[in-house]
């Protein structure tokens, strides 16, 4: 097997990573929630307070981040994906209205990708990578991406380091274990989780994963939302884990765009077809 160069010769590569979505998940839900002012502050405080903070935070530790971020939310604030990128960090595609492809009928989610990238491209930001919604991709979804000159997807559960999908698309995939939506979610209606947990115990559990990460040579990608680790004792957290990470002296912070090029330039990143499964009805009916 091929020696693999993507790390860099660190230990792990990090990628922090958020997701603006604001007021997208919640519009998703039901158009009516726009006329509840306690939902959509919620929503708002991503954005509005989160991004500023996160990006102060960003820039003290001196380490790179991506930024996902729905059209819908960059066409409702059309300075936002410049600020972020004015700080040296990545503004990549996170669909246009936040609804995920699995839900879509045909046609709508090509429709709703291209939007997306109308919006960046009438606001100069480049783009060169994806997140489905909710992580919840389609074959359409991978095939738009290559279509469209994207470079990487960050949407998939196959490995815990990049691999190539059907030989085409960098595919730097995630996990549940590390997205703040599991600890921290919570609303009444719509009900978009149900636990908050305590940040130190997420900033221990991260910082497990981490290890493990350094251990096995991968790629220790944190998804965030600005409205949920945004808020005040979850920042400190974040603080102590990049501290961490840096004091560990073998990881690497890195945007995921340059993560996706590392992983392209290495021989020795696999590539994996999306699988075609012949599933019996009368086994599995539904």
Excluded at 17 to 30: I, N
Excluded at 41 to 70: C, K, N, W
Aim: net charge negative.
């Amino acid at each position: 097997m091929s020696e693999r160069t993507w790390t860099r010769g660190a230990a792990a590569v990090a990628t922090l990573t958020f997701d603006v979505d604001a007021e997208t998940p919640v519009l998703a839900e039901g158009r009516h929630y726009a006329e509840q002012p306690m939902v959509m502050s919620h929503q708002a405080y991503g954005p509005d307070v989160g991004v500023p903070r996160i990006l102060d935070l960003l820039d003290e530790m001196g380490v790179p981040a991506t930024f996902f971020v729905p059209g819908w939310v960059a066409e409702q604030r059309p300075k936002l994906a410049a600020s972020i990128v004015e700080r040296g960090h990545e503004v990549a595609h996170h669909s246009y209205s936040h609804r995920p492809p699995t839900s879509l009928p045909a046609g709508a989610e090509r429709a709703d990708f291209t939007r997306a990238l109308d919006v960046f491209a009438a606001q100069g930001i480049e783009i060169a990578g994806h997140r489905a919604a909710l992580w919840s991709a389609t074959r359409e979804t991978l095939s738009l991406i290559a279509e469209y000159g994207l470079a990487y997807d960050s949407s998939l559960m196959g490995d815990d380091r990049p691999y190539l999908v059907d030989g085409a698309v960098v595919e730097l995939p995630v996990h549940w274990s590390l997205d703040d939506w599991e600890q921290y979610a919570y609303l009444p209606a719509p009900r978009i989780g149900s636990v908050i947990e305590s940040p130190v115990k997420v900033e221990r559990m991260w910082r497990a994963e981490l290890d493990g990460m350094r251990h096995y040579g991968c790629l220790f990608n944190v998804c965030m939302h600005p409205f949920l680790t945004g808020r005040p004792g979850r920042m400190l957290a974040l603080r102590n884990l990049i501290t961490y990470a840096l004091e560990c002296g073998d990881v690497t912070f890195a945007r995921c765009r340059d993560v996706a090029a590392w992983a392209r330039a290495d021989t020795g990143t696999p590539s994996r077809p999306l699988p075609i499964y012949d599933v019996d009805a009368d086994v599995y009916p539904r």
